[in-house]
């Protein structure tokens, strides 16, 4: 399996963190969201959050919401992040993760 | 962000520190976490014939809400039969402890620990049967 070198894993994250922002733009969601020092939080009407961050060492990114802690890894051959305990594409868990916590019906895909 | 009441106390008076002997079937080890990644967790379940857990201990090296969250699952786990304490969800530590929102990953952590000790118990049980000329 072909490693990620970590100049890679932030250049995916980083343009990842961009899409996301996109997504929420282009679906004119009243989603509060800010990128500070490449961690990524989204608030919601209701003040509750929603943050994207690297985990360097792990080469993953993670999701905290107020549903729990989510975790994912690149997948190279696809340019997808998948969740590691199910495979779940990442933008699938956060329309889901953002449905939940702004209460509206949230499709990034 | 401060870290809640709670999270402070675990984290001053944390419970149930230690390890168990090694060698003893009776005992379940979980350990998650890298030391690269900044969080190490150790958890070690004493599971009784009845399969319920009598006693349980932790050795976590992280943040303080790392610390206070394994802290809490073993006072959680303790009387609970396997399946129960295989249960547990990070959102209900999270929430017993206040977590700031991104703190969650380090309850995460916990309950991957508990899951992890659990399945050692049964591998070690498993082996135990089918092994006995050891």
Known sequence: MTELSESDFHE?????????????????LNI?????????????????????????????LWVAAKSGGFHFNYDIENGLWLRDSDQEELFHTLSHLCSQQSGQHVNFN | MAYSDKVLDHYENPRNVGAFEEGDDSIGTGMVGAPACGDVMRLQIKVNNAGVIE???????????????????????????????????????????ALPPVKIHCSVLAESAIKAAIKDYQTKQGTETEDTQA
């Open chain 2, 55 to 97: 006693d349980a201990k932790f050795k976590t090296y992280g943040c303080g809400s790392a610390i206070a969250s394994s802290s809490l699952l073993t006072e959680w786990v303790q009387g609970k039969t396997l399946e129960e304490a295989g249960q547990i969800k990070n959102t209900e530590l999270a929430e017993e402890l």
């Open chain 1, 32 to 60: 509060d969201y800010e990128t500070s020092g490449g961690v990524l939080s989204l608030t919601f009407d209701d003040d509750s959050r929603i943050i994207v961050n690297r985990q360097t060492p792990a080469r993953q």
């Open chain 1, 12 to 28: 995916h994250i980083d343009d990842t963190l961009m899409a996301i922002e996109e997504a929420i733009d282009e679906a004119s």
